[in-house]
């Protein structure tokens, strides 16, 4: 099953808030992952001075398909609720329905099947809603787009998010979405001073340093330091 | 770097030093403004950071700011601490986003090479009570030492900053220290020379450093300064008053901000006096502050009515 690997990458943030950033990202994006049917196997979150990562493994490429049923009038209604049913489930006609006894009487009752949808899309959704609503201690709004309201604030200014989806064996898809002008991509930074270099995260995994697998996730080394 | 005489080199000598960091911010776009004509506590007080903070229109300015800390005076025997000393300050409004790369830049500018020495970032959050402003940043450690700080404006003078301008300032005595290796201030090389040319910090202001270290401490005249004080005060809400025009389009505009602010300025200089002279209660501390605040707040909303403060 596919995983996530998601950076987001900014100015200094304050070493007493590293930590429970980290913890919040891992338990914000897993709480929304389970709420929306997609139950993974693993997540690990780690905290830099300029980076929050986190990796959730084991994520299935779909929601299950998701089925609910819903009681409609009784059998003889009058002509209104039943149409308002019919509006409500979208069944073309009351043969599409089912109909359950119960003590108070017959019922038409709703199948209603829900196509579940891919993951990365679902994913794609719920983090720019996690990074808008971040609970950090005190934030911040910086640069031009400071101008208009409405604009990002973060702890201190967020410049660049990594979001890739997929099997550890195959290149990763890139969750598409933006936020405030930053589109997810699969590039992360070096370390301001010992490796300055833009590079392109391969798979989705943040490695250790000693791990020598080729195609390991070249985040670099200060990314490690909370492993 | 390399034409420049040795003596103007930023490790050899002050005045050099200065020089190289009003160059390097010269190259980014910034206008290079001179000091204020007032006494102020800080590089941030200047009307081309207070007032132009404000308000939608981009500004880039580096100046050199002489600041006026009286409570910080030593009469001279205190290697570091100063009652007169010279901040560096950069705003640079929208704040761009390789602000920090500028920063780093501008220390490799006058010597310092991140590659070799540890610079850090460091939470500082910026709180100015008596200018009603505040903002997140850092203070920026070079092994370990303070030497700057770095601030992203939220708010300055009451106002909401839209958009918001990132501030630098350098001790720039610190520094200086710092590069050319000297542990006592004024023994900083002031103009590069040796032997017999050779000026020292301590030639120029050691003497200035006793002299005011006694009238800050001992015999400032406190009756005139709380005079001054009322006066100031007085002064700017007066010229605030009159500084109100009924505009085309029937908007509101002010003409007389920057008249009005130095006198908030001059307030704010005066309390800092009274309060080295010891004739500031712990009470009326908070009160004076406050009203140094009231005043602040009541030009940044003059300013941001005038041709050059307000929104097109």
């Known amino acids: 099953m596919p995983d996530l690997l998601l950076e987001l990458f900014s100015e200094e943030i304050p070493a007493r808030m590293q930590a429970k950033a ?30 929050l990562a986190l990796t959730v493994r084991g994520i299935p490429a779909r929601q299950p398909d998701l089925k609910t049923e819903r009681r409609g009038p009784k059998i003889g209604a009058p002509d209104a609720a039943v149409q308002g049913f019919l509006k409500a489930t979208g069944l073309k006609s009351l043969d599409e329905a089912k109909i359950q006894k119960d003590a108070k009487g017959d019922f038409y009752i709703a199948l209603i099947e829900k196509p579940g949808r891919a993951a990365i899309d679902v994913i794609a959704e719920i983090l720019p809603v996690i990074i808008r609503t971040f609970p950090w201690p005190k934030s911040m709004r910086w640069g031009a787009r400071s101008a208009k309201s409405g604009s990002l604030a973060w702890v201190r200014p967020l410049h660049a998010v990594t979001a890739t989806f997929g099997l550890e064996t195959e290149e990763p898809d890139v969750v598409k979405f933006s936020v405030d002008g930053i589109e997810a991509a699969q590039t992360t930074y070096g370390h301001r001073f010992m490796r300055p270099a833009r590079s392109r995260c391969a798979v989705s995994r943040i490695t250790r340093p000693s791990c020598s697998t080729p195609r390991s996730c070249s985040i670099p080394s200060d990314a490690r330091i909370r492993s | 770097m390399d034409a420049l005489p040795d003596h103007m080199r930023p490790e050899r000598s002050f005045q050099g030093f200065i020089l190289a960091l009003q160059r ?7 206008v290079i403004l001179q000091p204020y004509d007032m006494e102020m506590g800080a590089g941030t007080f200047h009307p081309a950071t207070t007032l132009r903070a404000l308000g939608p229109k981009p500004w ?21 601490r100063l009652q007169h000393y010279y901040q560096f300050q950069v705003i640079m409004k929208p704040s761009p986003p390789n602000l920090q790369e500028l920063y780093l830049k501008s220390l490799a500018a006058i010597g310092i090479d991140a590659a ?22 850092w203070e920026c450690w ?7 700080q770095f601030t992203y404006f939220q708010q300055v003078a009451g106002v909401e900053c839209a958009p918001v301008a990132g501030e630098l300032t350098y001790g720039l005595e610190r520094l200086a220290m710092y590069v050319q290796g ?13 032997g017999a040319e050779k000026v020292t910090y301590g030639d120029v202001f050691l003497q200035a450093e006793q002299e005011y270290s006694r009238h800050n401490f001992e015999y400032a005249d406190t009756a005139m300064l709380f005079e001054q004080f009322r006066m100031a005060e007085e002064a700017c809400r007066k010229y605030l008053a009159s500084g109100w025009r009924e505009g085309g389009n029937q908007k509101k505009e002010h003409l007389m901000a920057l008249p009005a602010y130095d006198q908030c300025i001059k307030a704010s200089h005066v309390f800092n006096l009274l309060d080295a002279r010891g004739v500031i209660s712990v009470t009326e501390r908070q009160s004076y502050i406050g009203r140094v605040r009231d005043l602040a707040k009541a030009c940044g909303e003059a300013w941001i009515h005038t041709e050059t ?3 097109v």
């Open chain 2, 142 to 148: 070079c092994d370990g030492m303070e030497v700057s």
């Open chain 2, 309 to 311: 403060g307000r929104a």
């Open chain 2, 24 to 30: 390097f911010w010269a190259e980014q776009g910034c």
């Open chain 2, 60 to 80: 880039n300015a580096a100046y050199v700011q002489p600041s006026r800390r009286p409570k910080d005076g030593r009469y001279g025997e205190n290697p570091n």
């Open chain 2, 116 to 137: 070799v020495h540890d610079i850090r970032f460091v939470e500082d959050d910026w709180e100015s009570p008596t200018l009603g402003a505040w903002g997140l940043g």
């Open chain 1, 22 to 51: 980290a913890d919040d990202l891992r338990r914000m994006v897993t709480d929304k992952l389970v709420a929306e049917g997609l139950v993974y196997e693993g997540a690990k979150a780690f905290a830099t001075p300029r980076r």
């Open chain 2, 182 to 194: 000297v542990d006592r201030v004024y023994d900083l090389n002031f103009n590069g020379r040796e």
